[in-house]
């Protein structure tokens, strides 16, 4: 029988790192989850903590020892933790930086020795800065724009450092407004999108960071999970080494947002639809706007997302509905 192979996720309980352990276990891969629960939900694991396929390491990217243990006869990669959040970083940027960039590093070395094939990261459309371009190119970046920013481009010079040096093959991902189920609503740094359903749920006004025209390319965590799998699994000599962008590829407002949310969402509260949104000031460190383009991921990786905004956002208020009322 060939060896199973053997697959780590880093922040594996988290939003996104819990929908790729989940995905991994049912494709039958052997899955080791490395958290500290810092931010990631133990209950993200429910349904997989006890499959024999599946085992989990508490601990903490700061270390190295730790970090040289979970990598051990690991085969591949996926490096999703990390502390997320422009405006966390902008209130403590030591903490974001020491995981950031020290846990990113430490866990390069310790793949490297351990001799895994591949390193899968999580990088960030942040990194794009203050570029004004749209849409965004993997080659054109502008002046970042917090600590946050800094430290996501930091991992992907590390990436191709390690590539150039050591030969060992790393792929960044520049994730956009990722979104789905399992994505916390709660606390300080919530995401907008679960932000906002819960406030609508809860019969609440959202407030819009600025005048509501800002944009984003917000992106469902299916079409996030196919890509990683897809940066795994490629045999393209020319795919790796690189950065994509990990997006769909279309753009909206945040108006635009808020009026698909009270759609979705009415259909299971008719309340809903009448709810108004209000509006703040805008927020330090945001973009005005951002659209990936995917025709390099969709060249070299054959990466086609299957969920546009509105197939996502149908299937993730479901989810809400069923799962935090």
């Known amino acids: 029988m060939p060896k199973k192979t053997k697959v780590l996720v880093t922040g594996g309980a988290g939003f996104i ?29 429910d349904a997989i903590i006890d499959h024999p396929n599946f085992s989990l390491i508490e601990g903490d990217i700061r270390d190295l020892a730790t970090c040289h243990e979970a990598c051990e006869g ?8 990390a502390l997320g959040s422009v405006p966390r970083s902008l209130n403590d940027p030591i903490t974001s930086n020491e995981v950031n960039v020290t846990g990113f590093l430490n866990m390069l070395v310790a793949a490297r020795d351990a001799g895994a094939k591949r390193f899968i990261y999580a990088a960030s459309s942040s990194t794009y800065g203050d570029s004004e371009s749209l849409p965004k190119e993997e080659d054109i970046i502008g002046r970042p724009l917090s600590p946050y920013a800094i430290t996501k481009y930091v991992n992907e010079l590390y990436a191709d450092i390690f590539y150039q040096s050591y030969g060992f093959e790393t792929i960044g991902l520049r994730y956009f407004n990722v979104f789905g189920r399992k994505q916390d609503p709660n606390g300080a740094y919530a995401a907008v999108i679960p932000k906002f359903v819960m406030q609508f749920m809860q ?3 959202p407030v819009i960071n600025g005048d509501g025209t800002y944009s984003r390319d917000f992106t469902y965590i299916d079409n996030v ?14 795919a790796v080494n690189q950065v994509y962008n990990v ?24 309340v809903i639809a009448d709810i108004p949104v209000t509006y703040g000031p805008n927020r330090k460190g945001d973009v005005p706007h951002s659209l990936a383009s995917i025709a390099k991921a969709e060249e070299l990786l054959e990466y086609h997302p299957e969920f546009d905004i509105n197939t996502g956002l149908k ?10 009322r």
């Open 203 to 205: 019969h609440e006004s």
């Open 315 to 324: 299937e993730a208020t479901k989810w809400y509905w069923d799962n935090l």
């Open 247 to 270: 997006a769909y590829g279309e753009r909206t407002s945040l108006n635009e947002l808020a009026e698909l949310l009270k759609k979705y969402l009415s259909e299971f509260d008719s």
């Open 74 to 81: 690991q085969d591949f990669i996926l490096h999703q933790a």
């Open 17 to 45: 790192g819990s929908n790729l352990c989940e995905k991994l276990v049912a494709m039958d891969f052997g899955v080791s989850c490395l958290d500290n629960f810092a931010t990631g939900k133990r209950e993200n694991l």
């Open 225 to 238: 999970v196919q890509m990683n799998l897809k940066a795994m699994l490629t045999t393209n000599p020319d």
